[in-house]
T-cell receptor, first 110, second 112 residues
Framework: GNSVTQMEGPVTLSEEAFLTINCTYT??????LFWYVQYPGEGLQLLLK?????DKGSNKGFEATYRKETTSFHLEKGSVQVSDSAVYFC?????????FGTGTSLTVIP | EAGVAQSPRYKIIEKRQSVAFWCNPI?????LYWYQQILGQGPKLLIQ????????DSQLPKDRFSAERLKGVDSTLKIQPAKLEDSAVYLC??????????FGSGTQLSVL
């Protein structure tokens, strides 16, 4: 079946710290992988995506690389800001359906 | 472009009452999804529409939940009767075929 497992939170970092949020997946076929972000009081927004193995998705300083050999799609950012405080969801789609992880809450303190 | 619109934003009801949520997807988006997001969990698909037809409703508790998308545009999700465990945020999302998913802000339901 299809599923996503991401590291549990909450994660608390100081401003300018390095961020890694782990995500691994199980899928049939060759899924596309995504990171969605949910800011307080808002809906989920697409942060970045990768559609095939070794692709790197990037946006707003965040990056994630589609690793087929380790079935992973870890989210990284070199220097987090207070405004990055949100809940981050890893997701995959093998076609028309989306499967989401449980979310990782990130709080960045000044 | 305008986003996915959902209403109401919040709803508080007592168990065994009924409730309905409304979603207006982005214009031109043929695919519409309803997700249930329980606190501390990721969104779980309840039902997926392609235009006004149901593609997947395998995780919809059909004894109490129903959804429709008349004319392939707006959609409503209904719960009757509600249970305590239905307390969650109900998210509507839409997309064009094979394009990215856009989410509404959700309806937060509290069942007392």
């Amino acid at each position: 079946g299809n599923s996503v497992t991401q590291m549990e939170g909450p994660v608390t970092l100081s401003e300018e710290a390095f961020l890694t949020i782990n995500c691994t997946y199980t899928a049939t076929g060759y899924p596309s992988l995504f990171w969605y972000v949910q800011y307080p009081g808002e809906g989920l927004q697409l942060l970045l995506k990768a559609t095939k193995a070794d692709d790197k998705g990037s946006n707003k300083g965040f990056e994630a690389t589609y690793r087929k050999e380790t079935t992973s799609f870890h989210l990284e950012k070199g220097s987090v800001q207070v405004s990055d405080s949100a809940v981050y969801f890893c997701a995959l789609t093998p076609g028309n359906q989306f499967y989401f992880g449980t979310g990782t809450s990130l709080t960045v303190i000044p | 472009e305008a986003g996915v619109a959902q209403s109401p934003r919040y709803k508080i009801i007592e168990k065994r009452q009924s409730v309905a949520f409304w979603c207006n997807p982005i214009s031109g988006h043929a695919t519409l999804y309803w997700y249930q997001q329980i606190l501390g969990q990721g969104p779980k698909l309840l039902i997926q529409f392609q235009n006004n037809g149901v593609v997947d409703d395998s995780q919809l508790p059909k004894d109490r939940f129903s959804a429709e998308r008349l004319k392939g545009v707006d959609s409503t999700l209904k719960i009757q009767p509600a249970k305590l465990e239905d307390s969650a945020v109900y998210l509507c999302a839409s997309r064009r075929v094979n394009e990215k998913l856009f989410f509404g802000s959700g309806t937060q339901l509290s069942v007392l």
